[in-house]
């Protein structure tokens, strides 16, 4: 029987036709029940493409026996049973020995709570338990039967009951209602696909029934590779800078000693970011050499860089009292992993100070990182112990608070988010620092989107940098951004081992939403 049913696979669509003649419509569950859904709808797309047929998709559910049901429907309730094996029985019987007239222990324990509530069985002399009653309705069973036979029950509240009891679970089914199409007929024409030379020929294109295209019909799937979403943002944010004039700074250092990551950048050494809790400590090496020149065409005087740093921070220089503290050399050249991209920062600003421009000074520069740091923290939906940050910084002559502030405009404009509100924070290594909010109105309040300052003279002076060159800098992270553009409410799984790989795939590029 199984090979003569699959050896009629191919005569579905005549079979759909038949049946036509004789009723119109049909529901392919009551005219073609023991066919797979897949085969009748390939069937109809066919018939329907040739406007023999027209048919229309009934999606339902129906309720369905679990095991434990099924066992039900067929040999009665828990309950039932157990009433059933205390009538027969004339003086009652004592628990072990009702679980063995059952031969369920598991079903004698269940229907005799369930009979006691009932009231159809109770407890008599010497503890053992019998008949109360000399009927009963087992009505678990009339319902299931129902549902067995029906797929569904009049009263829904039995159907959510029978659930909660993990009696049936509720199935998904695909039917089809078919009605005859205006080119009806009881055979298929056979349709060309090409037009031949001999077509053209002959005439015979006059008269041949040619098969029309589906312009909607979808490609094959290619299984393609995919950008990350956060890929295609930082795509989006590289072009912003480079439109306005930024050079990309190399970011393959992940690993940075204490005194590019914190000393250099004018964080004390008792400052709470150099806390286990906060900073991830390399163990193997522990630490590294003193800052030094890493090729030949490297000029810049390390040594000197190096005790400005220990000067400012413990006795104080460029005009500031420093933080009085006795510097420690092995703490600066503790390995960590960096936990900001303005280390990188740092170490360009310090080359450029040994730069020479056309009047002899270092001169102007635009420099932009987009890449990963680390931070020691606790995992939730908004922070992950690694993140992308984005940042900028502009050195030049003559700049002020207000031209960050303007620039900040200008280039968050470009990412397609006005209304900036500025409020003022602090950084060890900027003052004046800001904040920078903007009105989010999907959840219709001010949100941070970024951080910001003119670096200190201790820092920046430190370098070699002359005492009328100032640098703003700004960041913000990755990840943000990319939550908010694709509609994301936990970073996991934009990020990490909970990624979805289907997400990765059917997300289509960004386009921020320029001015």
């Given at each position: 029987m199984a090979a003569s049913h699959h050896g009629q696979q191919g005569d579905l669509p005549s079979e759909i036709l038949q049946l036509l003649s004789k009723n119109d419509p049909i529901l392919s569950s009551e005219a073609l029940p023991l066919r797979k859904s897949a085969d009748v709808k390939a069937a109809l797309d066919r018939l329907a493409s040739r406007s023999m047929i027209r048919y229309e998709t009934?999606?339902?559910?129906?309720?369905?026996?679990?095991?434990?049901?099924?066992?039900?429907?067929?040999?009665?309730?828990?309950?039932?049973?157990?009433?059933?094996?205390?009538?027969?029985?004339?003086?009652?019987?004592?628990?072990?020995?009702?679980?063995?007239?059952?031969?369920?222990?598991?079903?004698?324990?269940?229907?005799?709570?369930?009979?006691?509530?009932?009231?159809?069985?109770?407890?008599?002399?010497?503890?053992?338990?019998?008949a109360s009653t000399g009927s009963i309705q087992d009505t678990t069973r009339e319902q299931l039967q129902i549902i067995q036979k029906t797929r569904t029950h009049p009263d829904p509240k039995v159907v959510a009951d029978l659930k909660k009891r993990k009696l049936v679970k509720m199935q998904k089914v695909i039917s089809f209602r078919i009605n005859k199409g205006p080119k009806f007929a009881l055979e298929m024409v056979k349709e060309e696909t090409d037009l031949t030379v001999d077509m053209l020929a002959s005439g015979a294109w006059k008269t041949a029934a040619f098969k029309p295209y589906n312009f909607r019909s979808l490609g094959t799937d290619q299984n393609a590779g995919a950008l990350h979403p956060l890929n295609k943002v930082r795509h989006e944010f590289r072009q912003i800078f480079f439109e306005m004039g930024f050079e990309e700074m190399p970011t393959n250092r992940f690993v940075e000693t204490g005194f590019w990551n914190f000393d250099a950048l004018f964080v004390p050494q008792q400052h709470p970011a150099r806390d286990l809790q906060d900073t991830f400590y390399i163990s193997d090496p522990k630490t590294a050499d003193k800052p030094h020149a890493e090729t030949k065409a490297d000029k810049a005087d390390y040594e000197a860089y190096w005790n400005n740093v220990k000067d400012v921070h413990q006795e104080g220089k460029y005009g500031s009292i420093g933080y009085r503290y006795p510097w420690a050399e092995d703490e600066s050249l503790r390995l960590v992993l960096r936990t900001h991209t303005t280390a990188i920062s740092t170490a360009m600003l310090h080359k450029l100070a040994s730069k020479k421009g056309p009047?002899?000074?270092?001169?102007?520069?635009?420099?932009?990182?987009?890449?990963?740091?680390?931070?020691?923290?606790?995992?939730?939906?908004?922070?992950?112990?690694?993140?992308?940050?984005?940042?900028?910084?502009?050195?030049?002559?003559?700049?002020?608070?207000?031209?960050?502030?303007?620039?900040?405009?200008?280039?968050?404009?470009?990412?397609?988010?006005?209304?900036?509100?500025?409020?003022?924070?602090?950084?060890?290594?900027?003052?004046?620092?800001?904040?920078?909010?903007s009105f989010h109105k999907g959840l219709n309040k001010l949100v941070e989107i970024g951080n910001s300052g003119m670096f200190r003279p201790e820092m920046l002076e430190a370098m070699g940098l002359p005492k009328d060159m100032r640098v703003f800098g700004w960041g913000l992270?990755?990840?943000?951004?990319?939550m908010i553009k694709y509609k994301v409410n936990n970073i996991r799984e934009l990020l990490g081992h909970k990624v979805d790989l289907a997400f990765i795939e059917r997300n289509p590029a960004v386009r921020l939403e320029k001015t």
């Open positions: 009934i999606d339902r559910e129906e309720a369905i026996l679990e095991d434990e049901g099924a066992e039900i429907e067929a040999n009665g309730s828990h309950e039932a049973r157990v009433f059933e094996a205390l009538r027969t029985a004339v003086e009652g019987l004592t628990v072990k020995e009702l679980e063995a007239a059952i031969g369920d222990k598991k079903a004698a324990s269940l229907g005799q709570g369930k009979a006691f509530k009932s009231k159809w069985i109770a407890k008599g002399k010497d503890g053992r338990l019998v009047d002899g000074r270092p001169p102007p520069a635009r420099y932009f990182s987009i890449d990963r740091v680390f931070r020691n923290e606790t995992v939730d939906a908004t922070h992950l112990a690694e993140f992308h940050q984005v940042e900028g910084v502009i050195a030049d002559y003559g700049l002020s608070l207000g031209g960050l502030m303007e620039f900040m405009q200008i280039f968050f404009t470009k990412m397609g988010i006005e209304d900036l509100r500025f409020k003022p924070a602090y950084n060890p290594y900027t003052e004046p620092s800001m904040e920078i909010f992270s990755l990840e943000r951004p990319t």
